[in-house]
């Protein structure tokens, strides 16, 4: 098979040349990375991952970013807490459960960048954002991946079924447009809208901008 063209994303490179850990992330994700992430590379923030598995694109944030990172993984399985390492820390729990996702954002403080790629079932998702979004820094970026699971009947999902995240966030579109509404008992400002800027959809990724 081909190999990918890197074109100047650095990224791409570390995918193509890994010297560490798997990483099992579907290529296209990579150029939306790097295009809403570069304005964070050697400065001094925080990521946080839902889903560690082998552990390498937690090291691939780390190599990315840069030594004034800091990398925190999360993920239900114990083992994953084995692959801590210099600036990388591990939390295990469950994402779908809310106050445990509360007492690990209390532990970290603010986020910068969120990349949720976790169990992917819907009451999971929805609940991480629930829940970490409004803990960000003012200028975060939260990223929900595959979210073609919302499509998937095992994942809970159906095209247009009610209580999936794809269709939570279409919601999420009307709600930063709060401001125009003249039925403002259908639609109202909420803290959503007031500190969001926009909300990128790609194939299966969307990336919110905080503001």
Not at 125 to 138: G, K, V
Not at 191 to 200: M, P, S, V
Request: glycine letters at 8%; proline letters at 3%; charged letters at 25%.
């Amino acid at each position: 098979m081909e190999r990918p063209s890197t074109n100047q994303n650095p990224l791409l490179e570390y995918l193509v040349n890994n010297p560490g850990r798997l990483i099992d992330k579907w290529v296209h994700y990579f150029e939306i990375y790097h295009r809403h992430l570069a304005r964070f590379r050697d400065q001094a923030v925080t990521l946080v991952e839902f889903g560690v598995l082998h552990g390498g694109s937690l090291q691939m944030w780390k190599s990315y970013l840069g030594p004034r990172a800091r990398i925190v993984g999360v993920d239900i399985n114990p083992l994953c807490k084995t692959l801590e390492e210099e600036q990388v820390r591990i939390y295990i729990g469950d994402q779908g459960d809310r106050s445990f996702l509360r007492q690990m954002a209390d532990e970290v403080g603010p986020v910068d960048i969120i990349i949720e790629d976790g169990g992917h079932f819907m009451a999971q998702q929805i609940a991480t954002f629930e829940e970490m979004y409004f803990r960000m820094s003012e200028h975060g970026l939260y990223f929900t991946e595959d979210l073609h699971t919302s499509y998937w009947a095992r994942y809970g999902g159906g095209v247009r079924r009610e209580g999936t995240f794809i269709e939570y966030a279409k919601a999420l579109i009307d709600r930063i447009h709060a401001w125009h509404t003249e039925d403002p008992e259908a639609l109202s400002v909420d803290d959503f809208t007031l500190q969001t800027a926009c909300l990128h959809f790609y194939d299966s990724v969307l990336v919110i901008e905080r503001r």
